[in-house]
Each structure stands twice: as structure tokens, then as C-alpha cells.
């Protein structure tokens, strides 16, 4: 996949996530371009570092693990906050209230009028 992404010219466009992070690690020795965000299910001591030691640039958290500590930390350490998967209004607006940077959801249209007006982007 990532020699596909590669010889369209998308490497700067197109986000790797996964629960397999073997999988991320060699995504990102094939083309350090492409973004990878680690899949967390369940709550983990300070995964802002095991972010960072492994080189992906975001988090994707089950969102019942996210708090606004896990959010504030990461943002310091410049990682993005996307937690998953929301697809009921009041989870998702307690996630653009602690800043989350996106939401991932199956129900997009709902999600944008859930989120209406606030800082968090569907996707």
C-alpha cells in the first residue's frame, strides 16, 4: 500500500492508522511521509511517549480512555487527539469539549451537526 500511495504522490496526504503497529513502524521506514496514528484500545500509562518513541504523530484512542489530561499531554508533545469511534452525540461533544482534534465516527452528516460551531473535525 504505501508504494501505491507513494507513486500516486499522495505520501503527504494520506494517514496510516492501525491497531498493528509492526505495521505502522514499517509503513513509515518505506516513506517517513506518510502519517501514522497508533490505534489504542483501553487506557495505557503516558501513551504520549510511546507515541513519540515509536514516531507516529497521532493517537487513536477509544474514547472512553480519553481524558483532558491524555489530551493536553499529547498536544505538548505535538500529537495529534482522534479518538474513535463516535457515533452518538453527547460522546462526541464531550470530545470537542476536551479539544480533541477529530473525531472518527461512522455517521458523519450527524456528527457535523452534533459538533456544530465547535473545534472538532469529522472524519
Given at each position: 500500500m504505501v508504494e501505491r500511495v507513494a507513486g500516486l504522490g499522495l505520501s503527504g496526504r494520506v494517514l496510516l492508522s492501525s491497531f498493528n503497529h509492526l505495521?505502522?513502524?514499517?509503513a513509515r521506514t518505506l516513506d517517513a511521509a506518510i502519517e501514522t496514528a497508533a490505534i489504542l484500545y483501553g487506557r495505557m500509562a503516558e501513551p504520549?511517549?510511546?507515541?513519540?518513541?515509536?514516531?507516529?504523530?497521532a493517537i487513536h484512542p477509544i474514547h472512553q480512555a480519553v481524558t483532558g489530561e491524555l489530551v493536553e499531554r499529547c498536544h505538548a508533545a505535538g500529537l495529534a487527539v482522534r479518538?474513535?469511534?463516535l457515533d452518538e452525540a453527547e460522546p462526541a461533544r464531550r470530545m470537542q469539549a476536551l479539544g480533541?482534534?477529530?473525531?472518527?465516527?461512522?455517521?458523519?452528516?450527524?456528527a457535523r451537526e452534533w459538533c456544530a460551531g465547535?473545534?472538532?473535525r469529522t472524519g
Open positions: 505495521s505502522l513502524l514499517e504520549w511517549d510511546y507515541a513519540l518513541r515509536h514516531g507516529f504523530q479518538p474513535w469511534t480533541v482534534d477529530a473525531i472518527i465516527t461512522d455517521m458523519p452528516r450527524q465547535g473545534a472538532a
